[in-house]
C-alpha cells in the first residue's frame, strides 16, 4: 500500500482525535441480577462519578510503526455507536454500554428473527443481570434520582447499513467460528462474516469511522481489514481499525463488563492509531477505572485473546489428566487441586475437574492457535497446543467409559438421565457442551436418554445433537427432553450429573445472618416479585443458581465501592434497625432455597442406584446413605453403598 507523497499529504492525516464523553447522568445503584429485585432496592447517587483524565498510554513499540498508509478518520466528538453482531458478545457489551453510558448504542443483525427475540420482553440469551440493563436502557425504564424516566438510548434493528452511516463507531462482533471445508479445515478460524461486515462498513460509511474488532481473530486480521476498508472505501471517508477483544465468562458476562480484570485496546503506535484508542479509552473509562484500561499494538491486542482462552483450557485439561491418574491411584483430584492452588503462582482458578470443556471459544481458539503456529513453521509450539484438545476429547471419552464399565458392560434398553446439557451453570449456552458427545455415545450404545437442563432450549438441544448423531432412529425414538430431573430420572438405571448447577447438589450451605443495616440486606418482603423467576417467598421453591448470579452481580459492585441501600422492612412482623435477615452474600455463601430431592429420586430408580457425578459437586457419603453406587469424576470408585441404611 501507498503511503503520502508528500508532506502536505502526511500532515493531512493527523487528525484531532480529541474526545469529550457525553455527561453520564447522577445514578443511583440497583441491586439487581432480574427484575424480580427490581423493586427491592434503591439507587444510590454516585455510580457516574468522573475518572481522572489521564489516559493509560503505552510507548509505541517502533516495530510495529507503519506508514499512514489508510485514511485516518475525524471524530469529534463522539455520541454514537453501532455493534454489529446481536449475539453472546455484541448484545451483552452494547447493553452495558448504554446502561453506565449517554451514548446512543445500536446493535444491528440481518436476523430479523434474533431482532425481534432482542426486542421481546423474552431475551434470546440468558444472562444474570442482562434482562434488567437492555429492558432498563431499551424502554427507557431506569430512574434518576429526581424520579425522572431515563431516555431509551439503546436500540435493536436489522437496519444494518443505516445504522452503521449513523455511528461513530462501530463495533464488529460477529461469530468467527472454525471452518469446515478448504485449506485450514477443522483447524483456522473462518473470518468470512469478518470480511462481510467490514465491506458493509466500507460501502455504508458517508463519513469518517473508528472500527473496532471484538470479534476472537487470528492475529494480523487488522490488517486484511484496513485493507478492505481502504479499497473500498466512499471518497473522502476515512477509517481507523482497532481491537479490543471481548473477556466475558459467560454465566457473568454482565459482572465481567460492570468491573472488568482488563480492558484491552489494540491500535498502530501511529499518532492517528494513539488517538483512535484514546477515544475508546474515553468510553471505557466513564464506568472502568483507568488503570484496567492497557493500550497495546494492534498484533499484541488480536493474539492476548487466543492466549488467554488457550491457557485457560490448558489449566482444565492440566486438572482432567491428572483426575485420571487419581482414578487409578485412590487420589482426589479435588484434594490435589486444592493443594496446587494454595500455591501462588498457580492459583486455584480453573482448577475444577470435569466432563471437559465446552462453549463457543476454547475448543475454536486452540485451533486456531495451532493452525497459525503451523501456518509460520512451527510444529512443536502447534503439536503442543494440540493436545490441550486431545486431552479434552479424551476425559469425555474416558468418562462414558466408565459410565459404561459400571453398567456391567452394556447399556442397551437401560435409561439413562442426564443432568444438566449446558457447559456451566448459569448459562442457557450448549455450543460445544461435553454433554453433547456423551449423550451421543450413549444413544450409540442402544441406551435411553433423558435429559433435563434447567436453562437450555429443548430445540437448540435437539439441532446439536442432530448435528453430531449419526443415528437420527436412535435420536428418535430414545431421547426425551424432560422439563424436570424427577421426570428425567424415573425408572433410570443411572444418573449423569453433566452440569454443575446448584440445585443438582446435596452438599449443605451454611446460612450467613447479618444486619439489616449491611450495604446488601435484603429483606423477604421487600423482594418478592410474584412474577419472577427469583425470589420467592419462603416456603416455596427457587433456584439457587440465581441466587448465586445476584451474588455474583452485587461481587462486581461491592468491587466498585458501589453502597447499596437497605430496603424498607413491610412484612407483618415489622423489624427494627439491626435484625438479622438472610442475605445472599457470595455464591459459596448463598443460603440453598432450593433443590432436587435425591430421597425421592431414589424411590423412582431401578437397582442397582448409579450416580455418576462429572462435576464433584455431590455429597457422595449422603447418597451412599440413601443407597446409591456413586462414582466421581478424578476419584477411585468407591465403596458399594449399605443398601440397609
Known amino acids: 500500500m501507498e503511503g503520502p507523497s508528500s508532506e502536505n499529504d502526511a500532515s493531512a492525516l493527523l487528525i484531532d482525535f480529541s474526545f469529550t464523553p457525553p455527561q453520564t447522568p447522577q445514578r443511583k445503584v440497583q441491586q439487581y441480577a432480574e427484575p424480580a429485585i427490581k423493586e427491592a432496592t434503591k439507587r444510590q447517587n454516585g455510580l457516574g462519578v468522573e475518572h481522572e483524565l489521564q489516559c493509560c498510554m503505552g510507548a509505541p513499540d517502533e516495530e510495529f510503526c507503519t ?12 455520541k454514537r455507536i453501532c455493534i454489529v ?12 454500554i448504554a446502561y453506565e453510558t449517554d ?3 445500536t446493535v444491528v443483525d440481518y436476523n430479523a428473527q434474533r431482532i425481534a427475540a432482542w426486542n421481546s420482553a423474552d431475551l434470546p440469551i440468558y444472562e444474570s443481570g442482562l434482562d434488567h440493563i437492555v429492558k432498563s436502557t431499551r424502554d427507557g425504564i431506569s430512574k434518576h434520582a429526581d424520579g425522572v424516566t431515563t431516555r431509551s438510548n439503546f436500540v435493536f434493528t436489522t437496519d444494518v447499513e443505516g445504522s452503521i452511516d ?18 485450514g479445515k477443522g483447524y483456522a478460524a473462518d473470518l468470512r462474516f469478518v470480511e462481510e461486515v467490514t465491506r458493509t462498513i466500507a460501502k455504508a460509511a458517508k463519513a469518517d469511522k473508528i472500527v473496532v474488532e471484538k470479534s476472537t481473530v487470528p492475529v494480523k486480521t487488522a490488517e486484511s481489514v484496513r485493507l478492505i476498508l481502504m479499497a473500498n472505501a466512499q471518497p473522502g471517508v476515512r477509517f481507523e481499525v482497532l481491537s479490543n477483544p471481548e473477556y466475558l465468562a459467560e454465566g457473568q458476562a454482565v459482572a465481567d463488563m460492570l468491573d472488568p480484570d482488563r480492558i484491552i485496546i489494540g491500535s498502530l503506535p501511529t499518532p492517528e492509531g494513539l488517538k483512535a484508542a484514546d477515544a475508546l479509552v474515553e468510553v471505557y473509562s466513564q464506568w472502568v477505572k483507568r488503570s484496567k484500561i492497557i493500550t497495546i499494538n494492534l498484533w499484541s491486542s488480536e493474539l492476548a485473546k487466543l492466549a488467554a482462552n488457550a491457557m485457560l483450557a490448558q489449566r482444565i485439561s492440566n486438572v482432567n489428566a491428572l483426575s485420571a491418574i487419581c482414578e487409578k491411584t485412590g487420589a482426589s483430584v479435588d484434594e490435589v487441586a486444592y493443594a496446587c492452588g494454595l500455591d501462588h503462582r498457580i492459583g486455584n482458578g480453573m482448577l475444577k475437574a470435569g466432563p ?3 462453549g463457543s471459544c ?4 486452540i485451533l486456531s492457535l495451532v493452525y497459525l503456529s503451523e501456518t509460520l513453521g512451527l510444529p512443536e509450539v502447534a503439536n503442543y497446543w494440540r493436545g490441550v484438545v486431545d486431552i479434552n476429547e479424551y476425559q469425555k471419552d474416558r468418562f462414558t467409559k466408565r459410565v459404561i464399565s459400571c453398567l456391567f458392560n452394556t447399556l442397551t434398553n437401560k435409561k439413562i438421565a442426564v443432568l444438566g446439557f449446558t457447559f456451566k451453570k448459569n448459562t442457557a449456552d450448549i455450543r460445544e457442551s461435553p454433554a453433547i458427545t456423551m449423550v451421543t455415545n450413549f444413544l450409540s450404545e442402544g441406551a435411553q436418554v433423558a435429559v433435563y437442563d434447567p436453562r437450555a432450549r429443548k430445540q437448540q ?7 453430531a448423531c449419526d443415528d437420527t432412529v436412535a435420536l428418535e425414538n430414545n431421547l426425551m427432553i424432560c422439563g424436570n430431573a424427577y421426570h428425567a430420572c424415573d425408572g433410570a438405571d443411572a444418573v449423569i450429573v453433566l452440569t454443575e448447577w446448584d440445585e443438582f447438589s446435596n452438599v449443605d450451605l451454611p446460612t450467613l445472618e447479618v444486619q439489616t443495616a449491611d450495604p446488601v440486606a435484603l429483606k423477604r418482603s421487600t423482594v418478592l416479585d410474584p412474577n419472577a423467576n427469583n425470589f420467592v417467598p419462603e416456603g416455596t421453591r427457587h433456584k439457587e443458581e440465581e441466587l448465586c448470579a445476584v451474588s455474583a452481580f452485587l461481587g462486581a459492585l461491592e468491587a466498585r465501592n458501589v453502597k447499596v441501600e437497605s430496603p424498607r422492612i413491610t412484612s407483618d412482623d415489622e423489624g427494627s434497625e439491626g435484625s438479622s435477615v438472610r442475605v445472599p452474600i457470595t455464591p459459596a455463601q448463598t443460603v440453598p432455597q432450593w433443590r432436587i430431592d435425591w430421597v425421592r429420586i431414589a424411590r423412582g430408580m431401578r437397582k442397582p442406584m448409579f450416580v455418576f457425578d462429572g462435576r464433584n459437586i455431590l455429597d457422595h457419603g449422603k447418597l451412599q446413605r440413601l443407597g446409591f453406587r456413586v462414582e466421581a469424576i478424578g476419584k477411585a470408585s468407591l465403596a458399594e453403598a449399605n443398601v440397609g441404611c
Open 85 to 96: 453482531g446481536a449475539g453472546y458478545v455484541g448484545a451483552p457489551t452494547g447493553a452495558v
Open 166 to 183: 449513523a455511528a461513530d463507531i462501530i463495533f464488529i462482533a460477529v461469530n468467527t467460528p472454525t471452518k469446515t471445508q478448504g485449506q
Open 461 to 467: 438441544i435437539l439441532v446439536d445433537l442432530h448435528q
Open 362 to 365: 476454547f475448543r475454536k481458539d
Open 103 to 105: 451514548f446512543d448504542v
Open 67 to 78: 506508514s499512514t498508509n489508510i485514511n485516518t478518520p475525524t471524530l469529534t466528538p463522539f
Open 356 to 358: 471437559g470443556f465446552g
